[in-house]
């Protein structure tokens, strides 16, 4: 880089490139951040999640995480949840983690149908098909090995077992949503205090009206007549005398 600069701030570096020109980027930048500070500005976070060691995002122009990728994560799931992908029927599953002590809740969502799912030599209905649970536990619980051992022995295989983690894609909308309810909030204040100021405003424009119209209608008194309007007292009298001339009186 010319003039060897110790900070290099990218904007948008691997944007329109093909797939083997963004590794050959990436190696770049981590090569220059050896010895360089480098920015990278970007909206593809699958570029930042690679590339970069600290993270920042800004929404509405206000800073509302600057920290590594792994803390921003960690502080936006519950401490204590475990991420698991189980081949066997609902009502299987449930009893399973029914009866695990440590468990606050769970949430199953079906990721492949049960027609899909059946494996060799089994039956659709007996397999169910495949489900993805996301387990919230008691703080300081790890039930990692229980679960395992418990869908061994129910004959319920588990395809994943793992704590939760956000993609930084997640991470990136849940706070910006959370800053623009904040910005939402602020300007529904903000609104509330104009229209406070501008009534107040108001009132004392009436005030100050309302003095200003009586100063008038006195000084009508004193040079109006009975309407209010103004006499025109003239400092000569032209008197036409028929020649186009008139005489001067004062």
């Known amino acids: 880089m010319l003039g060897n600069p110790e900070l290099i701030i990218l904007d948008e570096p691997t944007v329109g490139l093909d797939p083997k020109q963004i590794i050959e980027i990436r190696d770049l930048i981590r090569t220059l951040g050896e010895n360089h500070t480098v920015l990278l500005s970007s909206h593809i976070l699958a570029e930042v999640s690679a590339i970069c060691d600290q993270v920042m995002i800004i929404s509405h122009g206000k800073l509302v995480a600057s920290d590594t990728l792994e803390n921003i994560r960690r502080s936006r799931i519950k401490e204590n949840s475990v991420m698991i992908t189980a081949r066997a029927t609902q009502d299987k599953i449930t009893e399973i983690l029914d009866k695990i002590d440590g468990?606050?809740?769970?949430?199953?969502?079906?990721?492949t149908p049960m027609s899909i799912a059946a494996a060799p030599g089994g039956t659709a209905a007996q397999d169910g098909g495949i489900w993805d649970a996301v387990i919230d536990v008691d703080e300081g619980a790890d039930i990692r090995e229980r679960l395992f051992l418990e869908f061994a022995a129910a004959g319920a295989p588990l395809r994943n077992l793992s704590s939760a983690e956000l993609s930084l894609e997640?991470?990136?909308?849940?706070?910006t949503s959370e800053s623009e309810v904040e910005l939402d909030d602020d300007s529904v204040n903000l609104v509330l205090d104009a229209e406070k100021d501008q009534a107040e405003s108001g009132d004392d424009a009436e005030s100050s009206g309302d003095a200003e119209t009586g100063g008038e209608a006195d000084d009508g008194d004193d040079n109006g007549d009975d309407n209010g309007e103004d006499y025109y007292i003239p400092m000569f009298n032209a008197k036409d005398d028929g020649s186009g001339k008139g005489e001067n009186k004062k």
Do not use: D, P, R
């Not at 468990?103 to 990721?111: F, W």
């Not at 997640?170 to 706070?175: K, N, S, T």
């Open 103 to 111: 468990i606050v809740k769970y949430t199953l969502t079906l990721s």
């Open 170 to 175: 997640e991470v990136f909308l849940q706070l």
